[in-house]
């Protein structure tokens, strides 16, 4: 019986290797041309990015990047800007962030003056959080008197 179990063993060792190198083969052939065009758009990605941030836009200040996600300080120019605007400019510094026009980088934001968490962009998009939304208070419980009603 211990032969028949390492024969089996084997067989079952050799039908795995056989089955695993379709998991390790690249989908689609990177070509040269599409690594300079990535480059082109990252590129010109920075450039764009660094123009928003100073000047008269002032849409960030500054960046952690010693963590992930990625901490992006968002300035005035950020606030005053519609809600597409702000998706915009974070989409665009998240595919600059991954190197690759095609992909993303998650990034929290955080506002430059207080330091205060306002919004992300991630799996689930780009989110803005609410700001400085009251506490919401707990309903207080009713006290009845008498019989309880049916």
């Known amino acids: 019986m211990g032969r028949q179990t390492r024969v089996r063993g084997t067989i079952a060792g050799f039908v795995l290797l056989l089955l695993l190198p379709p998991f ?3 989908a689609q052939d990177v070509k040269p041309a599409d ?13 764009w990015l660094e123009s928003m941030k100073g000047g008269a836009y002032q ?3 500054r960046m952690d990047d010693s963590r992930r996600p990625h901490k992006v300080y968002v300035g005035e120019g950020f ?3 519609n809600f ?3 998706e915009e400019f974070v989409e665009t510094f998240s595919h600059y962030l991954a190197g690759h026009p095609d992909k993303y980088m998650l990034i929290d934001l955080y ?18 959080f609410a700001p400085d939304a009251p506490a919401v208070q707990p309903p207080t419980p009713v006290k009845t008197t ?5």
């Open 84 to 86: 597409k605007d702000q």
């Open 146 to 150: 008498g019989a309880p009603a049916r």
């Open 79 to 81: 606030e005053k800007a």
């Open 59 to 61: 849409f960030w200040t």
């Open 35 to 47: 690594i300079k065009a990535w480059a082109v758009k990252t590129s010109e990605n920075k450039q």
């Open 24 to 26: 390790f083969v690249q």
């Open 111 to 128: 506002d430059a003056r207080t330091g205060a968490a306002v919004g992300e962009y991630g799996f689930g998009g780009f989110k803005l």
